[in-house]
T-cell receptor
């Protein structure tokens, strides 16, 4: 069974640019959640996708957007990058959306904005 | 709103010492509670969980009891090992069931 994978591992961008991060969910999972983890902080919920629809969103501006594909993999897009967007971005996969099933986390993508 | 507060780190212990990491929460209703662990360079791993009051979650020698009266979920281990060195996060699941709300994390460093 393949776990949650994320790409790329590291990324460096400059202010104002756009970035796309990718996540492949664990086999059999239909739900992907994205979190932002700033240095020294706990992860903060960005949004969740369930069966290709946004299923819940945290307190993040619209320049954070996402997609989920028919194979349940997902992308996180961030437009107009700001310095404060520098963080570790974690994706987690689970079963059945807003449920009490465990979320399994990937290793994350480290984004640095200069 | 929902929030989790956990003790500031770092916590530095010798091998075989007793560990407590305090965690309290604010939430509507009775959320499920979790402890996650993050080893260097890795993603979060679920360590243990409890879904209702007085439940005790346990795994790998770690334990935590869901205390509704004190809104707490303190993590304990009787004898830590060097391999337990990591960052520990307390978390709760929101009422909608979609998001995990995390504390800021506590770094544990165990020396031999």
């Amino acid at each position: 069974e393949t776990g949650v994978t994320q790409s790329p591992t590291h990324l460096i961008k400059t202010r104002g640019q756009q970035v796309t991060l990718r996540c492949s969910s664990q086999s059999g999972h239909n739900t992907v959640s994205w979190y932002q983890q700033a240095l020294g902080q706990g992860p903060q919920f960005i949004f969740q996708y369930y069966r290709e629809e946004e299923n819940g969103r945290g307190n993040f501006p619209p320049r954070f957007s996402g997609l989920q594909f028919p194979n349940y993999s997902s992308e996180l897009n961030v437009n107009a990058l700001e310095l404060d967007d520098s963080a570790l971005y974690l994706c987690a996969s689970s079963l059945d959306g807003a449920s009490y099933n465990e979320q399994f986390f990937g290793p994350g993508t480290r984004l640095t904005v200069l | 709103g929902n929030s989790v507060t956990q003790m500031e780190g770092p916590v530095t212990l010798s091998e075989e010492a007793f560990l407590t990491i305090n965690c309290t929460y604010t939430a509507t209703g009775y959320p499920s509670l979790f402890w996650y662990v993050q080893y260097p360079g890795e993603g979060l791993q679920l360590l243990l969980k409890a879904t209702k009051a007085d439940d005790k979650g346990s795994n790998k020698g770690f334990e935590a009891t869901y205390r509704k009266e004190t809104t707490s979920f303190h993590l304990e281990k009787g004898s830590v090992q060097v391999s337990d060195s990591a960052v520990y996060f307390c978390a709760l699941r929101n009422q909608a069931g979609t998001a995990l709300i995390f504390g800021k994390g506590t770094t544990l460093s165990v020396s031999s």
